[in-house]
Nanobody, 124 residues
Framework: QVQLVESGGGLVQPGGSLRLSCAASGSITFRFSAMGWYRQAPGKQRELVAR???????KYADSVKGRFTISRDNAKNTMYLRMTSLQPEDTAVYYCNTAPQTIAIGTPGQHDSWGQGTQVTVSS
């Protein structure tokens, strides 16, 4: 239904910052869908770490609260994740996708398709 393209990842030192972007095709689907950022670390399950509703209400996993900020620009069909004070445990592939309220923070939900994701590596 939508095509998702994540970008902005990279290698940063602990304490560093990154801003991820998610470009989504299908304006109607994007505009009327709650969206979120998921991440999957090696050996771990993919988890929803941040959600933003169509109205702009946000929710975060405890592990990222206070450090990550999710936002969206419906006119550009784009979503963002500003990450600060990055730590090694934030190392993961980050994905964007729909994130309805039925998907609990910390869980992968169920999705028919995913984008390529963008790698975030936090290491000294």
């Amino acid at each position: 239904q939508v095509q998702l393209v994540e970008s902005g990842g990279g290698l940063v030192q602990p304490g560093g910052s990154l801003r991820l972007s998610c470009a989504a095709s299908g304006s109607i689907t994007f505009r009327f869908s709650a969206m979120g950022w998921y991440r999957q670390a090696p050996g771990k399950q993919r988890e929803l770490v941040a959600r933003i509703t169509t109205g702009g209400t946000t929710k975060y996993a405890d592990s990222v609260k206070g450090r990550f900020t999710i936002s969206r620009d419906n006119a550009k069909n784009t979503m963002y994740l500003r990450m600060t004070s990055l730590q090694p445990e934030d190392t993961a592939v980050y994905y964007c996708n729909t994130a309805p309220q039925t998907i609990a923070i910390g869980t992968p939900g169920q999705h028919d398709s995913w984008g390529q994701g963008t790698q975030v590596t936090v290491s000294s």
